[in-house]
């Protein structure tokens, strides 16, 4: 079975078993709104914390038509990052699941839901400001995105190792109800390369 339909039939649990990265430049993150993706199987296995020894396969979720090993075409709401910047989008009816960039020191907010279950969602950076982690989440609160926050402050360990955190959103089509997750992997540098452990799947 492709990716795409393993991945649909159970957003929270793919994530649970396998990593997946988003585009973190690039024209995708010009705009926000639904878009066409595809999963990209990607070369390399990484590890569990939660499961010692099982390999776990890592993809790249990414726009659809730009070649590559893709495994099926999802529609999804896509929330575009920019360096030093708030970008946003609102999530609705027209797909059921949710991505944005690749957080390693960002927030992302989400609003209360309207009554068509819709939500405004945005991700903020501000990376070259004192205090910024703070900053970001108040813009947010401020903004009234603070209904559900992912702050840096949740993810980013005491231990200083770089971590790579997607966040993502499934909509549920017979409540119209999103929920918000995000993936924890840890970033560490090996003899071969890079070293990726999933940590987990956490609810927000």
Same mark, same amino acid.
């Given at each position: 079975?492709?990716?795409? !339909? $393993?991945?649909?039939?159970?957003? =929270?649990?793919?994530?649970?078993?396998?990593?997946?990265s988003t585009p973190e430049g690039g024209d995708v993150n010009k705009t926000g709104g639904k878009k066409f993706f595809t999963l990209e199987k990607l070369n390399g296995l990484a590890s569990s914390l939660e499961r010692p020894g099982a390999q776990i396969a890592t993809y790249m979720a990414r726009p659809a038509g730009n070649g590559g090993n893709a495994e099926g075409i999802m529609e999804i709401y896509w929330c575009p990052y920019q360096d030093d910047s708030i970008q946003s989008t609102t999530v609705s009816n027209a797909a059921n699941i949710m991505f944005t960039a690749p957080m390693n020191g960002? @927030?992302?907010?989400?609003?209360?839901?309207?009554?068509?279950? @819709? $939500?405004? =969602?945005?991700?903020?950076?501000? *990376? @070259?400001?004192?205090?910024?982690?703070?900053k970001q989440d108040a813009i947010l609160k401020g903004s009234k995105?603070?209904?559900?926050?992912?702050?840096?402050?949740?993810?980013?360990?005491?231990? *200083? !190792?770089? =971590?790579?955190?997607?966040?993502f959103g499934v909509r549920n089509s017979k409540t119209r109800q999103w929920s918000f997750y995000y993936q924890l992997t840890k970033m560490g540098v090996g003899a071969n390369?890079?070293? *990726?452990?999933?940590?987990? =799947?956490?609810?927000?």
């Open positions: 079975m492709p990716a795409v !339909d $393993r991945f649909l039939s159970d957003p =929270v649990e793919f994530m649970q078993n396998n990593i997946v960002c @927030s992302f907010g989400v609003g209360s839901p309207a009554e068509d279950g @819709s $939500r405004y =969602v945005a991700h903020i950076n501000m *990376k @070259s400001q004192n205090n910024a982690w703070n995105l603070g209904s559900t926050i992912v702050s840096p402050h949740m993810y980013m360990g005491s231990d *200083k !190792d770089p =971590v790579h955190v997607i966040t390369g890079i070293i *990726k452990t999933l940590i987990g =799947v956490f609810p927000v």
